[in-house]
């Protein structure tokens, strides 16, 4: 094989070792990106914070509670003191818990439906009603039926169903990361070992990290530009303003990847430039 | 001219690499085309679907149609919520709006029709809601052979009371909703003055009297 010859299928080979090494760049990405929100709790943590969730499910059940009230014969704003801020996040954070594996008991809502209860029953002996044996169970009952209610709100829809599936998710992942971050760094040296000058292997890196930040940034940017999380089918507030800081939140989370692709890119740059100016001198 | 195309290369070289990523990725997904776009269905609205919509009023006084038939592309039908008619049983001192659907909202403006249920002069069973310590408080005062008034944004009705019952609220025998004949059947808590929620439910059913028929074969 002539000098020449050699020469374009180094080259032909260098750029092929580049497109699998821009793919195995952004497979490791996307895992770290997908172990770094949806398996994280402390990001949940954080969009439940930044998307006044505690706030929306208080107003929510207060809201719920009000309908109750109409029904069952009490002051509406009687049941805007029974629900305290804290102990919803509180049992958010507990069912979190759940979700992730942590613990598998739903949150309690027994001290809520006893305290709830005494209130009522007070509340109808301040209203001179008799409490009767019948009274004394429509009020058990509507005790009852507000602490479902508030379990309900309190609890992450699906938590115990979707965490069977996180343990499963997190072995794929962390093995996909392994694998692709193995695949990099062979990529990588092969680039380097094969260009007997270095700026071509830094050239070819070049190539790979703009490839890789393209592919982790474009699908995000078509994403977010779509409006599409706007679009997500829950009629519930708390749900709906969680999911939309969610999903935004892990589209964000790839374009803040490809920034730092983008950044290493400008490296390569700088020192691709260092590395031909020695080799026109040299 | 080297420096030229390796300066494009810089450009065009991660562009094509970008599309052949996404061109394995789009070969990868394409088996399971039809269960993404179908769970994209599921889980995206044609519109952000957030901001919950107000309760539409479609009525403001009913037209002077009491007898005859509707053509069914006539009427404007209520949605989920709306604000469609007025009901009245001056017997029992009740007037109240009537809504389509029974949800929070509606029964804490007035009474609901139950959306799994029809609407008058549609032939089957209208199946109404309210509380028991608001616009329903007095519905036991309702007796049979009263009569029970109500004006839709499409035409006037009447119905006689025919019998009471007191049921369970798990009683699913209380109501036929697939009767052929039009009826209307009202219930509400029971008893009517107990504090709390109470596993009872009292049911006012009456038989239509007048009104127009919507023609569903229009």
């Known amino acids: 094989m002539s000098d020449r010859n050699k020469s ?44 006044h969730y505690y706030d929306n499910v208080t107003t929510e059940a207060e809201e719920k509670f009000s309908s109750y009230a109409s029904a069952s014969g009490f002051d509406s704003d009687f049941f805007k003191t029974v629900i305290n801020i804290n102990d919803v996040q509180l049992k958010v954070n507990e069912s979190l818990s759940v979700l992730y594996g942590e613990s598998d008991a739903d949150p309690a809502v027994s001290d809520f439906q006893n305290i709830l209860y005494d209130k ?36 992450i829809p699906y938590a115990k169903e979707i965490s069977q599936y996180f343990p499963k998710l997190r072995k794929i992942l962390i093995l996909l990361q392994v694998v692709s971050l193995i695949l990099t760094v062979v990529f990588a ?38 409006g599409y999380s706007g ?5 519930s507030r708390s749900l709906y303003e969680l999911a939309v800081s969610y999903i935004n939140g892990i589209a964000y989370l790839f374009l803040e990847e490809a920034l730092f692709f983008a950044a290493v890119l400008i490296l390569f740059i700088f020192l691709y430039r260092y590395l031909l100016k020695r080799a026109k001198e040299g | 001219m080297n420096r030229r195309s390796h300066t494009l290369g ?31 269905d599921l889980f995206f609205f044609n519109k952000p679907a957030a901001a919950e919509e107000p309760m539409k009023n479609i009525f ?46 509606q029964l ?27 616009f329903f408080h007095t519905l036991g005062q309702a007796k049979a052979g009263d009569k029970i008034q109500i004006d839709t944004n499409y035409g006037k009705y009447v119905y006689q009371v025919s019998r009471t019952r007191i049921k369970n609220a798990s009683d699913a025998s209380a109501y036929n909703l697939r009767a052929t004949k039009e009826n209307l059947i009202l219930y509400t808590c029971y008893p009517f003055n107990e504090i709390g929620l109470t596993p009872e439910r009292y049911y006012v059913y009456a038989d239509k009297v007048s009104g127009p028929e919507i023609d569903k074969q229009e």
């Open chain 1, 8 to 51: 374009k299928s180094r080259k032909i080979i260098t750029l092929c070792l580049a497109f699998f090494l821009s793919l195995s760049m952004a497979l490791s990405a996307f895992a770290l990106a997908v172990q770094n929100t949806v398996l994280n709790p402390n990001y949940l943590r954080n969009q439940l914070s930044s998307s």
């Open chain 1, 120 to 155: 009522l029953v007070q509340n109808v002996k301040d209203r001179k009603i008799a409490l009767t044996a019948s009274t004394n169970n429509s009020v058990k009952l509507l005790a009852k039926t507000c602490a479902d209610t508030y379990l309900q709100y309190v609890s």
């Open chain 1, 189 to 226: 040296l092969l680039i380097f070992l094969i260009n007997h000058w270095k700026h071509r292997a830094v050239r070819a890196y070049i190539y790979a990290t703009g490839g890789t930040a393209l592919m982790l940034s474009v699908l995000p940017i078509l994403f977010l530009l779509s």
């Open chain 1, 231 to 235: 679009r997500i089918a829950l009629l």
């Open chain 2, 10 to 40: 810089f450009f065009l070289t991660p562009v094509v690499y970008f599309l052949l990523g996404y061109f394995f990725l789009f070969l990868a997904l394409y088996p399971f085309r039809d269960a993404i776009a179908s769970t994209a």
């Open chain 2, 60 to 105: 403001s006084a009913a037209p002077d149609v009491k007898s005859g038939s509707l053509k069914l592309r006539s009427i404007q039908f209520p949605t989920y919520g709306a604000r469609f008619g007025r009901i009245s049983i001056p017997s029992a001192k009740i007037g109240a709006d009537l809504y389509f659907g029974d949800g929070t909202n």
């Open chain 2, 108 to 134: 804490k403006k007035g009474v609901g029709v139950y959306n799994g249920s029809s609407i008058p002069g549609y032939g089957q069973t209208i199946l109404i809601a309210g509380h028991n310590h608001t």
